[in-house]
């Protein structure tokens, strides 16, 4: 009953604040698009990118209302939630052109507005005001604890922590695990030791080499300002099945702070930002996945369907929208598309489409409508054919980053030409648990370069001396099937 309560609640909760958007939208059309994605699949870059690109135009031919030159501005403005923390643009547009760094990761949830004046395709002037709000991926991870309790989360953490992939990073947490009985009196040391013993496990499986995806609780591995408080000081334990813990346990401590971090934590984000939005593009770095091999592709589809279950997707009816906003476009988009060559673009987006194909087919039937895109919102390398031996092999060329493999190898100033190799044409191929990670990436000379990152490129100017818009590919598809329609 006290269940079935809370969520009437949220519910009302919900259709209060969507009451109070649509009111807003009378005035003034909004459109909110929430940006996320799992770790190191770029969001800052990209919502930088996005910005720029309506800010200040550029190449975007895909981009109708831009390339038919229906959009007269686009600008920023003072965004709706006083209590949000806003967007570092300017910060995160001079880390790319002037010190050609990449941006820090998202660590905290941000916003901006956006108002852009258009010119519809039939006449007139209207304004769309673009409210996005980015926040990081780990926090994606809590959505489905929603509709678990500590038993549920439990068992669901301790079956993966021990399947082959995941055990030997495991080991330290599961050898303490084993020592401890539920049923003990709770202790604040212990309960501290294993949080820590487990934080380190889950830390472990995001390490680029692993590339594992399904990762709860998100704030685990960005706890921010929370850091040390009880709400993160829990972990999973072995529970006898269907028995409640005893009061004053081990146990029944954990349990609290389980709910007390889902309720205090999880909810108030689905609540106040998530379920609000409109719009979303989720970002996903498919090559780290394909780079460490089939067990990571499999943990990255099944963070995939856990996280897009949590979506309100659906087409909008005029009645329904007034109470409950939802998804009505969802866009996955395969990043850092600049590591290949061009020719296996098209395959990278059927990798990602065979790795959400299940949440795609859960959105369509709720009438949502998806696409699916392989995009660097910014360009750091270009193509160019280079000769091996008596062969010719489509390369791609930009500088990586210094201090990686060995200083005396990247300096950080120099160029370096890449093979990416071929993606194979039949994704299937690739979820083969007996396959290894895919290796294609490798220099002139063969060295296996999966991971070499590259800087963002330099500056470009006219013959005027304007700086010209960031390089990019296929962010104008992003943009037009994003907006598109509201700028028509």
Same mark, same amino acid.
């Given at each position: 009953m006290a269940s079935w309560y809370e969520g009437l609640v949220e519910e009302a909760r919900l259709a209060a604040l969507t009451l109070l958007d649509r009111a807003e939208d009378l005035a003034s059309p909004t459109l909110r698009l929430g940006i996320t994605g799992l770790s190191r699949a770029g969001k800052t870059v990209f919502t930088t990118a996005l910005v720029h690109a309506l800010t200040r135009g550029g190449r975007l031919p895909v981009f109708e209302a831009m390339h038919e030159g229906r959009i007269a501005r686009a600008v920023l403005e003072p965004q709706p939630d006083d209590a949000v923390p806003r967007f570092a643009y300017e910060s995160h547009l001079d880390t790319l052109m002037l010190e050609r760094r990449w941006p820090e990761s998202t660590r905290r949830i941000s916003e901006l507005r956006l108002a852009i004046d258009y010119a519809p395709a039939r006449g007139g002037r209207r304004t769309l005001t673009l409210d996005i709000v980015d926040y990081p991926g780990e926090w994606l991870l809590d959505l489905p604890l929603l509709d678990q309790r500590f038993a549920d989360f439990a068992a669901t953490s301790l079956r993966l922590a021990r399947e082959p992939a995941r055990q030997a990073l495991a080991a330290p947490f599961l050898a303490a695990l084993a020592q401890v009985d539920p049923a003990a009196?709770? !202790?604040?040391?212990?309960?501290?030791?294993?949080?820590?013993?487990?934080?380190?496990?889950?830390?472990?499986?995001?390490?680029?080499?692993?590339?594992? $995806?399904?990762? *709860?609780?998100?704030? #685990?591995?960005?706890?921010?300002?929370?850091?040390?408080?009880?709400?993160?000081?829990?972990? *999973?334990?072995?529970?006898?099945?269907?028995?409640?813990?005893?009061a004053g346990s081990l146990a029944a401590m954990m349990a609290r702070r389980f709910e007390a971090y889902r309720e205090r934590i999880v909810r108030p984000f689905f609540r106040d930002h998530f379920a609000r939005l409109d719009r979303q593009i989720v970002l996903i770095d498919v090559l780290a996945a394909l780079n460490a091999?089939?067990? @990571? /592709?499999?943990?990255?589809?099944?963070?995939?369907?856990?996280?897009? @279950?949590?979506?309100?997707?659906?087409?909008? $009816?005029? /009645?329904? $929208?007034?109470?409950?906003?939802?998804?009505?476009?969802?866009?996955?988009?395969?990043?850092?598309?600049?590591?290949?060559?061009?020719?296996?673009?098209?395959?990278? =987006?059927?990798?990602?489409? %065979?790795?959400?194909?299940?949440?795609? +087919?859960?959105?369509?039937?709720?009438? @949502?409508?998806?696409?699916?895109?392989?995009?660097?919102?910014?360009? +750091?390398?270009? =193509?160019? $054919?280079?000769?091996?031996?008596?062969?010719?092999?489509?390369?791609?060329?930009?500088?990586?980053?210094?201090?990686?493999?060995?200083?005396?190898?990247?300096?950080?100033?120099? =160029?370096? @030409?890449?093979?990416?190799?071929?993606?194979?044409?039949?994704?299937?191929?690739? #979820?083969?648990?007996?396959?290894?990670?895919?290796?294609?990436?490798?220099?002139?000379?063969?060295?296996?370069? %999966?991971?070499?990152?590259?800087?963002?490129?330099?500056? !470009?100017?006219? +013959?005027?001396?304007?700086?010209? *818009?960031?390089?990019?590919?296929?962010?104008?598809? +992003?943009?037009? #099937?994003?907006?598109?329609? %509201?700028?028509?």
């Open positions: 009196p709770a !202790e604040e040391g212990e309960a501290r030791r294993l949080a820590a013993l487990f934080t380190d496990y889950l830390a472990a499986c995001r390490a680029e080499e692993v590339a594992m $995806s399904l990762l *709860p609780p998100g704030r #685990f591995l960005m706890p921010g300002d929370l850091e040390g408080s009880p709400a993160l000081t829990f972990a *999973p334990l072995d529970l006898p099945e269907g028995a409640e813990p005893p091999g089939p067990a @990571a /592709l499999a943990d990255l589809e099944a963070a995939l369907d856990g996280i897009l @279950a949590a979506f309100r997707t659906g087409r909008n $009816s005029w /009645l329904g $929208s007034l109470f409950r906003h939802r998804i009505d476009r969802v866009l996955f988009a395969a990043t850092k598309a600049d590591h290949l060559h061009h020719t296996s673009h098209d395959r990278l =987006e059927a990798i990602l489409r %065979r790795l959400v194909e299940r949440a795609l +087919a859960r959105a369509s039937d709720a009438g @949502a409508e998806i696409d699916v895109v392989a995009l660097a919102a910014v360009r +750091a390398t270009r =193509e160019a $054919s280079v000769k091996r031996g008596r062969s010719e092999l489509p390369a791609i060329i930009g500088v990586p980053e210094a201090g990686q493999y060995d200083a005396a190898d990247f300096d950080g100033m120099a =160029e370096a @030409a890449v093979f990416p190799g071929d993606l194979p044409e039949h994704p299937g191929a690739l #979820f083969d648990p007996g396959r290894g990670g895919f290796r294609g990436l490798t220099d002139a000379t063969g060295g296996d370069f %999966r991971f070499l990152r590259f800087r963002p490129p330099l500056v !470009e100017r006219n +013959a005027e001396g304007r700086v010209l *818009p960031l390089p990019h590919i296929r962010l104008d598809r +992003a943009l037009q #099937f994003l907006l598109g329609d %509201r700028l028509r």
